[in-house]
């Protein structure tokens, strides 16, 4: 079973303030959750290969292709503030 100190980094960690009831039922919850990955590490998974998706998946590419866009006055002329032919932003960092 989970201990008290335990339950009271993960909800620090999480930024819960849990009342002493949470505290008391959290307990055998995260012992089941941690039960049940145990099993799961215990099922032998060597002979399978490592996947994307759960289920078999066939992707289709399409091929790239050029296109001229010439809308960038356009879009440049929308912005609420420019300079020159650029954005003009707030600054990201201080």
């Given at each position: 079973?989970?201990?008290?100190?335990?339950?009271?980094?993960?909800?620090?960690?999480?930024r819960l303030n849990l009342t002493p009831e949470?505290?008391?039922?959290?307990?055998?919850?995260?012992?089941?959750?941690?039960d049940y990955f145990e099993q799961m590490s215990e099922v032998d998974t060597s002979d399978v290969l490592p996947?994307?998706?759960?289920?078999?998946?066939?992707?289709?590419w399409r091929e790239d292709q050029a296109k001229d866009w010439?809308?960038?006055k356009e879009v440049i002329e929308q912005a609420p503030e420019k300079s020159g032919n650029l954005f003009k932003v707030p600054p990201v960092v201080g």
């Open positions: 079973m989970i201990s008290k100190e335990q339950i009271l980094k993960i909800a620090k960690l999480a949470e505290e008391a039922s959290f307990s055998p919850q995260f012992s089941a959750i941690l996947m994307i998706t759960p289920t078999e998946m066939e992707f289709h010439n809308m960038g």
